[in-house]
């Protein structure tokens, strides 16, 4: 081994110049997020700390299993060592499919550090929405392709939103694995929730909506198991049933969140019509 290479376990390798200040940083900021500058690059620090969501858990688990709907049951909470360990197995799971993420290069107790991938799917879509629309809405169709062929490879993300996804080597690759759904709920439920969690951010960003809609499920369906596709009929013809009473609220007050269910599930309602 180089002397100027220092070995931190079955972790990538860092220089020896960037353990002081990776250190320094470790046990001095207490951001949740953080990046820093060292010789080899940008990396960035996360930091998983006890949420105390136990009794929105509960009460999310109780609804669930109340109204029997499986898609509705939340990932188990965690500690922050507990959400490390989560995101390592996840990010090692994701990995050994061939689907890229951040490299890990270190890992203790509550925090994980972990190499830059920037820029993340949603910077390119920012940059892209003035300069060149075609572009921007192609991306959303093509990040509905990869997660297709995500789900036929058996993984599901949990949470996958365009600041958790980013482009490498014409692939879609992706970051924090805080959700687990697939220890909740079946593995084609959670791959259904995936695809509508994706649509509630395409319908809302996308330029050319009627149409990149149309683009995207195409694309996604083209690779997804037959199983998740009739688990996103079921889901989205039980959350129609509730596009009602959010039209009504609506015409109070139509936040962002309200019309991307309004957008989203609509859509994947009528399509499944039938």
């Not at 470790?26 to 105390?52: A, F, M, P, Y």
């Not at 007050?253 to 019309?259: I, N, S, V």
Request: proline share 6%; charged share 25%.
């Amino acid at each position: 081994m180089p002397d100027d290479v220092i070995d931190m376990g079955s972790e990538p390798q860092l220089p020896v110049e960037d353990i002081a200040p990776l250190l320094a940083a470790l046990v001095s900021d207490r951001e949740r997020v953080q990046s820093i500058s060292l010789s080899c690059g940008t990396v960035w620090i996360k930091r998983h700390g006890n949420k105390g969501r136990r009794a929105a858990i509960a009460l999310q688990t109780a609804l669930a299993r109340l109204f029997r709907l499986p898609f509705m049951r939340p990932s188990p909470a965690e500690t922050g060592e507990g959400m490390v360990a989560r995101d390592l197995r996840r990010m090692t799971r994701f990995a050994d499919s061939n689907i890229p993420t951040a490299s890990i290069l270190y890992a203790s107790g509550s925090a994980i550090v972990m190499s830059d991938v920037a820029p993340t799917v949603q910077d390119r879509l920012w940059h892209l929405r003035t300069g060149n629309p075609a572009a921007h809405d192609d991306l959303l169709v093509f990040c509905c392709a990869e997660l297709g062929r995500l789900h036929a490879l058996g993984l599901c993300h949990g949470r996958p939103f365009p600041r958790d996804m980013f482009e490498k080597d014409r692939r879609i690759g992706y970051i924090d694995f805080e959700e687990e759904p697939e220890v909740v709920m079946p593995l084609a439920t959670a791959q259904a929730r995936d695809l509508w969690l994706f649509f509630l951010q395409l319908s809302d960003r996308a330029i050319e909506r009627s149409q990149v809609q149309d683009r995207a499920y195409s694309a996604w369906a083209a690779t997804a198991p037959p199983a998740a596709i009739a688990e996103l009929r079921a889901m989205t013809r039980f959350l129609a049933r509730f596009l009602w009473l959010a039209r009504l609220i609506g015409r109070i007050h139509m936040g962002r969140d309200l019309r991307q269910f309004i957008l989203a599930t609509s859509y994947l309602a009528t399509i499944h019509q039938g």
